[in-house]
Nanobody, 113 residues
């Protein structure tokens, strides 16, 4: 059974940083692509960042240069380092193994102006 558990959300001032973690069980990160999505109030869920099984990464234009997705295969954990946060980054952030249709429970990030 595949399980994804996010942590690391919270309240931060604009310009600050947060690191989200996604603890993965049931699959190996080295063999699976993983993604981070977010959903702001009243908006559709959107892709923020993704990392392939081979370690290639991709980002939404709105976060390029500010966010970094990476993984620690030994810990079987995926991370999203978020720097230079803006109020528009406020959302619930979800870790996902899209190809397996598995989602985490989400973690709330609130960025104050």
């Amino acid at each position: 059974q595949v399980q994804l558990v996010e942590s690391g959300g919270g309240l931060v001032q604009a310009g600050g940083s947060l690191r989200l973690s996604c603890a993965v069980s049931g699959i190996r990160l080295s063999a699976n692509a993983m993604s981070w999505y977010r959903q702001a109030p009243g908006k559709q869920r959107e892709l923020v960042a993704a990392i392939t099984s081979g370690g290639n990464t991709d980002y939404a234009d709105s976060v390029k240069g500010r966010f970094t997705i990476y993984r620690n295969s030994a810990r079987n954990t995926v991370y999203l380092q978020m720097n230079s946060l803006k109020p528009e980054d406020t959302a619930v952030y979800y870790c996902a193994a899209i190809h397996l249709q598995v989602w985490g429970q989400g973690t709330l990030v609130t960025v104050s102006a």
